[in-house]
């Protein structure tokens, strides 16, 4: 009896775990409730706060746009806008640039070759704080190991002001940033380049193509996919850079490497400021919005890929 | 560290053996005039929340004295630890949130974000007050809010120019200038030597505020007037900026990238020659056999006095806060009276090795002051002292202007040649107003 009937009708659970749209749902219940938790509900939260005038310590009222139209007039929060477009722009091409380079040498075959790969990441391994403290003393005011070789070969004649001039300052905060995020481009476009197929390079040196040209036609085309991920992210990482900044400099001098990170860092912790800082935060997002646009509508398409235009 | 701190501890567990266990759970022996009694609620226990001390007997003495009360009363107090950065925004969330923590030792006007968080002590401040000769003025100041103390002033943690006695004798001065057109002077005369100074135009928070805020004090400026109206754009304020870049032709280069810690690193490497700091740039010095020659050669003194006439300084105060969330009110008020009665301050203040000051004028005669000459300006740092949002009411804003730089700023843009000090006031001014919002 008892049989007959869970085969006529099965239990609730039964036909649950038998439809595939239920059982969809079901796997994908804890990563969506992990995703809810974890970024959509901080984030929504951030958003919130910035609309809001939350102190440290005191919950705040909706104040609407208030908090924007303050930044609007405040000539630190551009000066801090100007310095992560640039910070990030300068960073990311030359880091480009060189990542690619290095990729592009670490795929020949070098004697050590291993070796040298995994020297190469080093920088990224370290934790970024000890890299930074490591820079904080190469660019010291007195004990600049740079100004005290220099000097030593009477290069020059007093010691390089490397964090104290703000050109010099965001140069400096930008070749930090570089050294660090070179490996991560040199490595992820390695990975890209060993995939590229040996018989395509072949063929094009048969049909007589010269190395740059196998580069051009074969190579980067190629490798755009990849091109576009690592530099989406690398972009992201830039332009959200914090402890290297907070570590050399803390945005000095006045202000002259403060990122919007930072910034948004200082006003909202130490100054109390909640509302605000969460403000500033989210005025990066659009920067980051358009970057990822970029690079999902842009670079990854096929004919863009292939050397084409729209 | 040859302080007789352990002489002190001896001579003082003896006085507590005697009448401690009078004053806590058993009957009052002897009963003062307003002297209010806290007996601590059955079953109580505490949580204090507090920064991370600078020398280690800072914390065994307050550890110590906290086990004393804990023996007289059977009251558990836990201490819990954390940087001096960080107690800032623990403490406003265990304010918000309403648990946490009982007490916190909070830095500077944190009390005054959220006053409503907090117990009323004024009858315990008015206690000690009447019975250790008075609260120094700028601690008061940074505990009182209309008229009710919202907190209890703890210590200053205190700043002073030290410098190299050898350097300023060979520069030509057998004494230390007192005002600052000697300091001037006397800054010119070490940079001709070779000898120079240097004081943080970087974000430093600690030694560059506190350069910045003696720098406009000491000429008569302010950020806000009383009724915390923006003030700074004033013709002291231009003075200030002015003799600032003076001084700061004088520095050796690159203090605007300077740090915390850039002018401790550059004075014991015999880079520079006068810096302002806490007591630690000695210490380091002491404990360092190869540094036995500057260690010999420091001497200490207050910054000099200005035209305004008296010395003014910002120094890193820190306060007692009793949150109103805490369960055992009574408790925690008895402990905090326990560890401002005579026998535990003394102890804790002369483990603090010179570090910290007392807010209260009778612990002036602690033996730590007189220890050692180099200890006797970082007493006059409670007296000297004067609140950050000075002269305006203490709340957001003002924490919000420190937090933000914004002296600082004023001060490095100037001397840097950025903008010329009408400039930097103008830009000053603005973004002191964002926050005082007018």
Same mark, same amino acid.
């Given at each position: 009896m008892s049989t007959t009937s869970s085969e006529t009708r099965p239990s609730f659970l039964t036909s649950l775990f038998r439809n595939n749209n239920a059982l969809g749902v079901m796997f994908m219940l804890p990563a969506a409730v992990f995703l809810v938790c974890f970024l959509t509900y901080p984030l929504g939260l951030g958003v919130w706060l910035g609309f809001t005038d939350t102190k440290i310590g005191r919950d705040g009222i909706f104040i609407g746009l208030e908090n924007y139209e303050f930044l609007w007039g405040d000539s630190v929060f551009w000066l801090s806008v100007f310095n992560t477009v640039l910070y990030t722009f300068v960073a990311s091409v030359l880091k480009f640039g060189l990542g690619l380079w290095l990729a592009l040498i670490l795929n020949e075959?070098?004697?050590?070759k291993s070796f040298f790969r995994a020297i190469v990441l080093l920088p990224w391994v370290v934790p970024t704080v000890l890299s930074a403290l490591a820079f904080w003393w190469i660019y010291?005011?007195?004990?600049s190991i740079v100004s005290w070789s220099l000097m030593q070969l009477g290069l020059i004649d007093h010691p390089i002001n490397f964090l104290g001039d703000p050109v010099n300052a965001r140069a400096s905060v930008i070749a930090a940033n570089v050294w660090r995020g070179i490996p991560f481009v040199a490595i992820s476009l390695l990975a890209g380049l060993q995939t590229i197929s040996p018989s395509l390079q072949e063929a094009a040196s048969l049909d007589g193509a010269t190395s740059w040209q196998r580069f051009r036609y074969v190579t980067l085309p190629m490798l755009t996919p990849i091109i576009a991920v690592v530099m989406t992210f690398s972009v992201l990482f830039t332009f959200t850079d914090f402890q290297l900044i907070y570590v050399l400099t803390k945005g000095g001098p006045v202000n002259a490497t403060h990122l919007m990170a930072t910034l948004s860092f200082q006003r909202g912790i130490p100054g109390g400021q909640l509302g605000e800082g969460a403000a500033i935060a989210v005025a990066m997002i659009p920067f980051l919005l358009a970057s990822i646009l970029f690079s999902f509508?842009?670079?990854?398409r096929r004919k863009w890929q292939q050397g084409g235009q729209d | 560290m040859t302080i007789n701190r352990r002489d002190l501890l001896a001579a003082s567990a003896g006085i507590v053996a005697a009448s401690g266990l009078g004053k806590?759970?058993?009957?009052?022996?002897f009963a003062q005039g307003a002297e209010p009694k806290y007996t601590p609620e059955a079953g109580a226990s505490l949580r204090l929340l507090r920064w991370t001390?600078?020398?280690?007997g800072d914390e065994d003495a307050w550890l110590a004295n906290t086990k004393k009360f804990t023996e007289a009363t059977g009251v558990e107090v836990r201490v819990d630890k954390e940087s001096w950065e960080d107690i800032r925004p623990k403490a406003a969330v265990a304010a918000n949130v309403g648990?946490?923590?009982?007490?916190v030792m909070c830095?500077?006007?944190?009390? =005054?974000?959220?006053?409503?968080?907090?117990?009323?002590?004024t009858d315990l401040a008015t206690y000690l007050g009447d019975k250790y000769g008075g609260w120094y003025e700028g601690m008061r100041g940074y505990a009182v809010r209309d008229d009710k103390f919202i907190a209890l002033p703890l210590a200053a943690i205190g700043n002073a120019v030290v410098y190299r006695d050898s350097h300023m004798k060979a520069a030509g001065f057998n004494e230390f200038p007192k005002d600052t057109d000697g300091f001037l002077e006397l800054c010119k005369a070490m940079k001709a030597k070779g000898t120079p100074a240097g004081f943080p =135009?970087?974000?430093?928070?600690g030694d560059g505020n506190n350069y910045a805020h003696w720098l406009l004090w000491s000429h008569?400026?302010?950020?806000?007037?009383e009724s915390g109206?923006?003030?700074?754009?004033s013709p002291e304020t231009i003075a200030a900026i002015n003799y600032a870049k003076a001084l700061y032709e004088?520095?050796?280069?690159?203090?605007?990238?300077?740090?915390?810690i850039n002018n401790n690193r550059a004075f014991l490497a015999g880079q520079v020659s006068l810096i302002a700091n806490g007591v630690s740039v000695y210490y380091a010095a002491k404990k360092d056999p190869a540094l036995a020659e500057i260690a010999a050669d420091i001497r200490s003194t207050n910054f000099p006095i200005g035209p305004v006439g008296q010395s003014v300084e910002l120094h890193q105060t820190s306060s007692l806060l009793l949150f109103s =969330?805490?369960?055992?009110p009574e408790a925690a008020k008895a402990y905090i009276k326990f560890m401002m009665e005579a026998d535990q301050m003394n102890s804790w203040i002369a483990g603090a090795s010179a570090y910290c000051c007392q807010p209260?004028?009778?612990?002036?005669?602690?033996?730590v002051w007189t220890a050692?000459?180099?200890h006797a300006p970082y007493a006059r740092a409670s007296e000297t002292l004067r609140p950050n949002g000075y002269a305006g009411p203490l709340g957001y804003a003002s924490a919000g202007v420190m937090a933000d730089y914004v002296l600082v700023d004023m001060f490095a843009v100037a001397v840097t040649g950025q903008m010329t000090p009408e400039e930097a006031v103008e830009q000053a001014e603005k973004r002191a107003n964002r926050y005082y919002r007018v």
């Open positions: 075959n070098l004697p050590f010291d005011a007195q004990f509508f842009g670079l990854q | 806590f759970g058993m009957t009052p022996a001390p600078f020398v280690q648990s946490g923590p009982d007490m830095w500077f006007d944190d009390a =005054h974000q959220y006053p409503d968080k907090l117990v009323d002590m =135009h970087g974000k430093a928070v008569g400026g302010k950020m806000v007037d109206k923006v003030a700074i754009n004088t520095f050796i280069p690159g203090t605007e990238s300077w740090q915390d =969330h805490t369960k055992y209260l004028k009778a612990f002036a005669s602690n033996p050692d000459p180099i």
